[in-house]
């Protein structure tokens, strides 16, 4: 039935507006539910967005409580030592968890540039590097990681790096616990007609960079041709006060350049359970 003004004319029916739906604020959900939704983010976007939302949400992400969380689901496995090494609630550090979440230093390769891709790049190279190089590599080192790899010249040169584990993600409770291993893989080659002599050394360090245990290839000469040979090396029951990884290779060629050629080293940490 249509309704009808004074005067015969139709009139105008006010058309009926939606209802306004408000928006989700999470930040009047109770600090339980909030936890848990902020638990689904990846650690990254907990450190770089949702720490500097307000004061309640930095709290939050700086807690203990919600890296259990995450770590729960995502390391499983590792959640019984990660609760018996945590530091203390009110550690002035924040977000030593969150920085494990983040840099996932377990199992993955701590060196940098580790056959020469970004040239000398993270490495302290004697005489600036001048008789060591980065180069293509060559077609019969058929287990190199990458296309490039550092060579040697004639005389002792040397390449080092540092690795601050701390600086990485593990916090000096989780590295005291007695059970983190270290491990040690270094990869070379030679060419064919070359004669060349090689050693890597290994170090572990304290925060003041003291020598705690080492680990040191012999002087290793070789006039095979085409040879690939690789090294390894894993540090058990490592000392309480390890910060630091130094590694350090010498290398040198005696019947001309690029003769030694290093494919790939690496310094990975892992966890012993049993």
Not at 147 to 164: G, H, L, M, N, Y
Not at 211 to 224: G, H, K, T
Not at 257 to 273: E, F, I, K, Q, W
């Amino acid at each position: 039935m249509d309704v009808v003004a004074f005067g015969g004319r139709p009139a105008r029916v006010p058309s009926v507006e939606p209802e306004r739906q408000e928006s989700l604020d999470l930040s009047q959900l109770p600090p339980e539910l909030l936890m848990m939704v902020l638990s689904h983010l990846p650690a990254h976007t907990l450190l770089d967005c949702c720490r500097l939302v307000c004061r309640r949400w930095r709290a939050l992400v700086d807690s203990q409580a919600l890296w259990l969380l995450l770590l729960a689901r995502d390391h499983c496995a590792l959640l019984r030592l990660i609760r018996s090494a945590l530091p203390a609630a009110r550690d002035a550090r924040p977000c030593l968890l969150g920085r494990f979440c983040l840099r996932k230093p377990l199992g993955r390769n701590l060196i940098r540039n580790r056959c020469g891709q970004e040239g000398h790049s993270k490495w302290v190279m004697e005489n600036d590097g001048n008789s060591m190089l980065a180069v293509e590599n060559l077609t019969f080192l058929t287990l190199a990681a990458r296309s490039t790899c550092f060579v040697s010249s004639f005389s002792w040169r040397r390449k080092k790096q540092v690795v601050d584990l701390e600086e990485e993600g593990v916090w000096p409770e989780l590295l005291d616990s007695g059970k983190i291993e270290i491990c040690i893989f270094h990869r070379w080659g030679v060419r064919h007609s070359s004669n060349c002599t090689h050693q890597i050394t290994v170090q572990l360090l304290d925060a003041n960079q003291t020598v705690l245990d080492e680990f040191s290839e012999r002087p290793y000469s070789i006039q095979q041709e085409n040879a690939s040979l690789q090294v390894t090396h894993v540090f058990s029951n490592i000392k309480t006060g390890v910060r630091f990884v130094s590694f350090e290779h010498w290398y040198q060629s005696w019947s001309g350049p690029y003769g030694a050629h290093v494919t790939t080293s690496s310094v990975t940490m892992r966890v012993h359970l049993s």
